[in-house]
């Protein structure tokens, strides 16, 4: 990207050119400047005529906030390495006018690494510190362009308002936001503040002396790669609460933590005059409601909002000034998921992973408005409302929500009311893990593991077709860029890995298959060149750990394959078996970009170890494989899986002959047991291992149901649904749990694998040619009476309708005229009658299964 403004920041954070050259000398690699900084930045400009277009370049070492003449037009930037810094485009050419113009940017700088956020470790921050922010506006206006660059006229003022040392939120999470209004500028980002009294910004710009230019030392700038935005910016819509849960008292306990206090605090029934007009809050238009506190009895409020969304907490509120309003956000209602109904306990923190999604609010005198920085998951807001004797007014609460902006392309129903719940609670799972990046789960952590993103990608390319590309492109390249020296993938990136920190090496497995996986959905060439020598470089560390029989043997790190206890020790066959998958899918990628040689040798390593799992693992008196052999002795462990099983036939390891015979065992439901893998799972039932089976939880689903469909037993993949979501749609669930039981997250993508494989299978979508340019058709009926749909491709929705008949089934198909197609019958049909039509956009097929 063009570089054409610089960095600018504050003048109290001195510049130090020489701090690079000392690192050398074993100097720390970080300089500290602070924590939990916040920044105003103003700038005024003159525009000769209403702009005809303007569009700004913006980015920040942090979060930002745009507004334009006083009203916000962007956030950002994307998340990313700060060694690969995105920059947005933001178009606000309606914003502007003839005449005075004020840009205004509020940042926030973390200071440390966060789920999302990375700092930089040497290089150029102990030059210049934390920080920073660029902006290049163009405006068009007639045949005069004006532009408007980060320098030294701009003015910037540290705020004071948020008090630096608020505790965190949580694990990898911000610093929750205690602000006092009194204590912000009034009107800051209007064309009329007045900001002569605020300090100039200074130019991030580090140069040196005669000899330093002498040596090729003379000048440096941060953030020396920008890479333009590669993903749409974000949606946001005002949502109201669904209903007011309960209203109570409060007994305080100013001495607790910000983090504690509210969830701590005892409640008890409220004073008949404690509340005016609660229901109000549903509908502000219905008026204001009024809130007063007692001596030694502040209030609380109880909202619920339905469906769970993902946003930004807000208040309107009119108050005498020094009142208190702490609004907290949590993923579940109190007691909603425990049996206890109508429970009027307040939100609580069970342990470290519930985080403190909160915020306290100190009023001014007047009307005014907050909203929480940082978005969070939202299915309860708790607000305490203290220090009000005197009445506070509370006109509005709600949420701004935030989503990527996908399309609701794809479809799907069926004669079961349950899998079409499932696949559209998936769906909408899925869409509250997609911001700037795919998470996890939006309310714990918001991290973009790489492991979960490249089943997320199936999803989304399931549910929201195109769209959702730019966001699985972004993935991929966000997991290359953090690449380390070993050849390893981060498991989560961008965030706070550390570097060298903890690892989980079969996640890199997963993302090169996650490279050939958007490949075959998009046709991208080009992605797969840019990556292709870190998929080398990624089986370059796997290979050094093949032992003798060919086998990767002991592996290190975080060995995790998902949260069950299998068995990992020595050969285990479940990363050998991504070994493999990976291998294949470096095969094919190598054949996409015209490296034969690559291919070829990617396609023998495949197979050598392919051949050590079959000759080793291969266990014909339990009928499946085992987890692991030892590899000195040859001897078998005796613990079976489904996730070790489901690999071996999903990835096409295991010989076709021993499909059933393993699809057989892997569903003995005597036999099945789920397996203690604290933190997340800390009980589980006595467990067997000459005679019992790890269970596959949520995430190798996955790959659980891709194994029983190839078997063409995707009716086996039905009953699983029905036997391990029922309970959690029932429950009153409106998105799917990181597990079957609400011990984690409440939200969490890789368990919305049903909304795939429903698609997938149940409508018998596959692509085999690139982009959807060739498609098999390959339903699976199982024992449903009807099914339709659209699966969304490049080249327009592949639509589907089938139905039992007295004899057989009608089957109607139509997709785009470009697109070759090959109709494969169901196992025990076949097909009857097939017509075609067509006309110049589309392809109509009439086929009779019997």
Avoid at 49 to 74: E, H, M, W
Avoid at 461 to 478: E, I, K, N, T, V
Avoid at 481 to 487: L, N
């Amino acid at each position: 990207m063009i570089r054409r403004a610089h960095f600018i920041w504050t003048v109290d954070q001195p510049i130090d050119h020489g701090a690079y050259f000392r690192l050398v000398n074993q100097e720390p690699l970080r300089r500290d400047d602070g924590v939990n900084r916040w920044f105003l930045f103003r700038k005024k400009f003159h525009l000769p005529s209403k702009p005809n277009t303007g569009r700004i370049k913006i980015t920040c070492d942090g979060r930002y906030q745009l507004f334009v003449n006083n009203t916000r037009v962007a956030r950002g930037p994307a998340r990313a390495s700060p060694h690969h810094m995105r920059v947005d485009d933001v178009d606000i050419g309606s914003q502007l006018s003839g005449g005075e113009n004020v840009l205004a940017v509020l940042v926030h700088s973390p200071g440390i690494d966060l789920a999302w956020y990375e700092t930089t470790k040497g290089a150029w921050q102990p030059v210049f510190g934390d920080g920073g922010l660029y902006a290049d506006l163009t405006a068009g206006c007639g045949d005069e362009i004006v532009d408007v660059l980060t320098d030294a006229s701009w003015k910037c003022l540290e705020a004071t308002a948020w008090r630096r040392d608020a505790p965190r939120a949580g694990w990898g999470q911000d610093f929750i936001e205690d602000f006092d209004a009194t204590q912000m500028p009034l009107a800051w980002q209007t064309i009329d503040f007045d900001d002569t009294l605020w300090p100039t910004a200074q130019c991030m710009i580090s140069r040196g002396s005669p000899g330093d230019i002498a040596t090729g030392r003379g000048s440096h700038e941060p953030f020396p790669t920008l890479l333009p935005r590669e993903i749409p910016h974000l949606t946001e819509h005002e949502v109201a609460p669904a209903r007011s849960v309960w209203t109570q008292a409060v007994t305080p306990h100013p001495d607790l933590p910000l983090d504690r206090q509210l969830y701590e605090e005892p409640l008890c029934n409220a004073p008949n005059d404690m509340f005016t007009s609660i229901d109000n809050l549903i509908d502000a238009e219905q008026g204001p409601v009024i809130v007063r506190t007692q001596d030694n009895s502040d209030a609380a409020i109880m909202l619920a909002f339905d469906p769970y969304i993902t946003g930004y907490p807000f208040i309107d509120i009119e108050a005498k000034g020094g009142e208190i309003i702490e609004v907290a956000a949590a993923e579940a209602l109190p007691g909603e998921f425990s049996g206890e109904e109508n429970s009027r306990t307040g939100l609580k923190r069970p342990n470290h992973l519930t985080g403190a999604h909160i915020f306290r609010y100190h009023a001014r005198p007047g009307r005014q408005q907050f909203e929480k920085f940082e978005w969070t998951a939202i299915r309860a807001l708790q607000i305490n409302i203290r220090n009000a004797p005197n009445g506070v007014i509370i006109h509005k609460i709600g949420v701004r929500t935030t989503n990527y902006p996908a399309s609701f392309d794809g479809a799907f129903e069926c004669s079961d009311p349950l899998l079409n719940d499932l696949w559209r609670v998936g769906r909408h799972t899925a869409h509250q893990c997609m911001h700037d990046a795919y998470e996890d789960c939006p309310g714990r952590e918001k991290r973009q593991w790489v492991g979960d993103g490249v089943v997320h990608f199936d999803i989304a390319a399931a549910a929201f077709g195109p769209s959702a590309y730019p966001l699985g492109r972004q993935f991929l390249r966000h997991a290359a860029e953090s690449q380390r020296a070993d050849g390893l993938i981060q498991m989560f990136s961008p965030g706070d890995h550390r570097g060298d920190g903890v690892i989980i090496p079969d996640y890199s497995l997963h993302w090169v298959r996650g490279v050939v996986n958007y490949w075959v959905a998009s046709g991208d060439d080009d992605l797969v060149s840019q990556l292709f020598p870190a998929v080398e470089k990624v089986l370059q560390w796997f290979a050094r750990h093949e032992d003798e029989n060919s086998l990767l043997s002991d592996i290190p790190f975080w060995h995790f394959i998902e949260w069950a206890h299998i068995d990992r020790s020595g050969e285990a066959a479940a990363i050998n078996a991504l070994y493999v998958a990976a291998l294949q899918a470096a095969s094919q990628l190598a054949t996409v970009i015209d490296y034969p040689r690559a291919a070829q040798r990617y396609k023998e390593m495949s197979l050598r170890v392919a051949n050590a799992l079959n000759l080793r693992h291969w266990n014909p008196q339990r009928g499946a494989y085992v987890d692991s052999v030892n590899p000195q002795t040859g001897t078998q462990g005796e613990r079976i899986s489904q996730q070790t099983n489901a690999l071996m036939i999903a990835f096409d390891i295991a010989p076709k002959e021993r499909w059933q015979t393993i699809v057989a065992t892997i569903s003995d439901a005597q036999a099945l047991k789920f397996t203690a893998a604290p933190p997340i799972f800390t009980s589980a039932p006595p467990f067997n291992e000459a005679t019992d089976i790890v269970g596959a939880n949520t995430f190798y689903c996955h790959f659980l149901y891709e194994a029983f469909a190839k078997t063409e037993r995707f009716d086996l993949a039905l009953a699983h649904m029905r036997n391990f979501y029922r309970p959690m749609l029932e429950a009153g669930a409106t998105t799917l749990w990181e597990s079957f039981e609400p011990s984690a997250s409440l939200c969490h993508v890789f368990s919305a694998t049903p909304v795939y494989q429903l698609s997938r299978r149940v409508l018998g979508v596959q692509a085999v040619g690139r982009a959807f340019s060739k498609v098999r058709i390959a339903p699976q009926f199982c024992d449903l009476d009807r099914a339709c749909g659209a699966y969304p491709t490049l080249l327009g929705a592949i639509n589907i309708k089938w139905r039992r008949v007295s004899r057989g089934v009608d089957f109607t198909l139509d997709t785009p005229a470009p697109m070759e197609v090959e109709i494969i019958a169901p196992a025990k049909f076949k097909i009857s009658r097939q017509t075609e039509t067509k006309n110049e956009t589309r392809r109509f097929f009439d086929i009779e299964f019997c």
